[in-house]
């Protein structure tokens, strides 16, 4: 029989997974990700295969569990990265998100 502290440890894993899972889910509808249940489900999968592999009397190092744990997440941030700054091509000579620079021409009236 399984003790209160594993059962409580299970119940609060599942549901803080279940929100998370939840969380992937509002953001892919708000952000028109492809395949939100998907994502959600994903998401879901892996952080609960991680929980289950932790609360089972198996001996797993905790960093396999890490990897698993976060696989998910991660690969869902990946394609939201990639839904939100779309296809564009990637440029060289520049920063994402960085401000453009003035030329000197315009900056001839400041000084």
Request: glycine content about 10%; some cysteine.
């Amino acid at each position: 029989m399984a003790s209160l502290q594993v059962v409580a440890a299970a119940l609060l894993g599942y549901a803080v997974v279940f929100g998370c899972s939840v969380t992937v889910y509002r953001d892919a509808v708000r952000l028109d990700i492809s395949r939100p249940r998907f994502w959600a489900g994903f998401v879901f999968v892996t952080c609960g295969a991680g929980l289950g592999l932790f609360l089972s009397s198996l001996d797993v190092p905790i960093p396999g569990l890490l990897v698993i744990v976060l696989a998910g997440p991660a690969l869902y941030l990946f394609e939201r990265d990639d839904t939100k700054h779309g296809d564009e091509p990637a440029d060289p000579h520049s920063l994402p998100n960085a401000p453009t620079s003035e030329s000197p021409s315009d900056r001839s009236g400041e000084e």
